[in-house]
């Protein structure tokens, strides 16, 4: 998923499937399959491009990392890099690990009654759109309301 203004965008997925390993000079032991484990989970990356071209990388849960690149990818590549080098640092130090953040598909499964469910389809049909973005829009409105929920900006 990308969410974001052109020239900043965030990115919630895996920034590698694969894990690196590297050698690091005296590295106690710790457990590599849980290393393995923390590196490969969803991390929030944010890229930014700026004026001259470069591009900015940070992983939000890991504000001690920040890369910069001459594109896209090259960034990615580094942050990639510089996330592997930093959990195994913490690992090895005994330092907290933070917790990516939860990602959302978008997707909310609910049963209801067939009744309700008619009157649903019936409501969003009248104002012409699916009963998936009808109830979407409620919800929205409804969180809103009590002041618990904001679209995303970036």
């Not at 090895?92 to 959302?104: E, L, M, N, S, T």
């Amino acid at each position: 998923m990308i969410f974001g203004t052109l020239d900043t965008f965030f990115l919630c997925y895996p920034i590698a499937t694969e894990f690196e390993e590297r050698e690091v000079a005296h590295q106690p032991s710790f457990d590599e399959k849980h290393l393995r484990e923390l590196v490969e989970q969803r991390w929030t990356i944010k890229l930014q491009e700026s004026k001259d071209g470069r591009h900015t990388g940070r992983i939000l849960e890991i504000p001690e990392i920040e890369v910069l690149g001459k594109s896209t990818e090259e960034a990615l590549n580094l942050l990639r890099d510089a996330r592997a080098d930093w959990l195994r640092s913490a690992l090895q130090q005994g330092k907290q690990i933070p917790q990516p953040r939860p990602h959302y598909s978008g997707k909310i499964f609910i049963r209801t009654s067939p009744t309700l469910h008619e009157s649903v389809v019936k409501a969003a049909a009248r104002e012409g759109v699916s009963a998936s973005q009808w109830v979407g829009e409620i919800l929205a409105r409804e969180l809103g309301s009590r002041g618990n929920w904001a679209p995303p900006t970036a």
